[in-house]
């Protein structure tokens, strides 16, 4: 096969695969009213391989999006409602001996699967969170000194609480570097909230539901993402934004190259959405919040009349402002 005929086949099964990852969009939205970017920053998350961090009041669709992505794309579920008392092993798994066969057999947790939801995860103590670490970072977990791979894709999708909530524990800063993006789900506006009423109830509206894709073709896009192709002035951009966080005198703590990373393959996730081989500084300047806000700590020295939890997305506003955009 020539390298013209290999570019062109190339160049349709990606097309193919925007078509369907449109198609997924299309399914969730559905479901999930009136949170087209939640939807969107969804996809963006498993596609480029990462980790979703959601953090809004109960009640407004966190659950109902996990539960929505599994069954479109036929792969499968856990939720995971996280409390004060709960365990690592009660996430990860744990090994009971077995006195018929004499040695210990290692019963798997909730975190096998293809999607987990870790539902309002700034309940549980540090030391539970830190649980999925290793899961988030390199796809498996160990226990007993024993490495046991996840079932691919995976994704964890995790909710939490805001901070001013009674009863929450602040995320770590290396908890929170695993998220490749976060994003804030608050209230729909009117007129979603009315088609949900008028719509049927959401568990019934996800049981109807049928499979728009498979894990195998999500799998394929993960890896048709990697080659959508990013200019090397769009690198220069994105690193300009990285380095003044890190020099802001705002902010005691900037974006780490993970946070550099996140934002270039999220990039790469957002184009390929559009059907794009490409990217372009659209796909970059609005992710650049959802990518690294939740990676930065505001010092005391910043003044600002929001609420802390805001005063990052603002800081990161005011940075990409004096940033120029590459033409």
């Known amino acids: 096969m020539s390298p013209e005929t290999a570019s062109a086949v190339s160049q349709k099964a990606a097309e193919k695969a925007a078509v ?26 498993i596609l480029a391989r990462g980790h979703l961090l959601i953090e809004g009041v109960p009640g407004v669709g966190k659950t109902t ?30 090994s009971v001996y077995s006195a018929m066969d004499q040695q210990f057999e290692f019963k798997r947790g909730p975190v096998f699967t293809n999607v987990l939801l870790a539902d309002e995860i700034n309940r549980t103590t540090p030391k539970t969170q830190s649980a999925l670490l290793e899961a988030m970072n390199e796809g498996q977990v160990t ?12 994704l964890v999708i ?20 695993r998220f490749l993006l976060r ?12 088609e949900i009423l008028r719509s049927e109830a959401g568990a019934s509206q996800i049981e109807a539901m049928r499979p728009v894709l498979s894990g195998a073709d999500v799998l394929e896009m993960q890896q048709a993402v990697k080659q959508i192709r990013v200019d090397e002035s769009l690198v220069s951009y994105a690193l300009e934004i990285v ?31 559009e059907g794009r081989a490409f990217c372009t500084p659209e796909d970059f300047k ?20 929001l609420k802390k939890s805001e005063q990052s997305d603002q800081v990161l506003k005011e940075i990409v402002e004096t940033v120029a955009v590459p033409i």
């Open 20 to 45: 369907q990852a449109k198609d997924l969009e299309k399914a969730l939205r559905r479901v999930i009213r009136g949170k087209d970017d939640v939807v969107r920053l969804a996809l963006v998350s």
């Open 143 to 154: 226990v007993d000194a024993h490495s046991y791979e996840l079932p691919q894709p995976f």
């Open 65 to 94: 999006l996990g539960q929505a992505l599994a069954r479109a794309i036929d792969c499968t579920f856990q939720r995971v409602q996280f409390t004060s008392d709960m365990l690592p092993s009660d996430v990860l798994g744990i």
């Open 243 to 273: 380095r003044r966080t890190r020099t802001s005198e705002f902010l005691s703590l900037g974006v780490s190259p993970r946070g550099s990373q996140a934002l270039y393959r999220a990039a790469q996730a957002m184009a390929f959405l």
């Open 286 to 305: 609005p992710l650049v919040i959802s990518a690294f806000a939740h990676r930065i700590v505001v010092n005391g020295h910043y003044a600002s009349t």
């Open 158 to 177: 995790a909710t939490q609480n805001p901070v001013e909530h009674h009863g929450t524990y602040p995320l770590p800063e290396s908890q929170l570097d």
């Open 183 to 194: 994003v804030r789900m608050g209230y729909p506006d009117p007129q979603a909230e009315r």
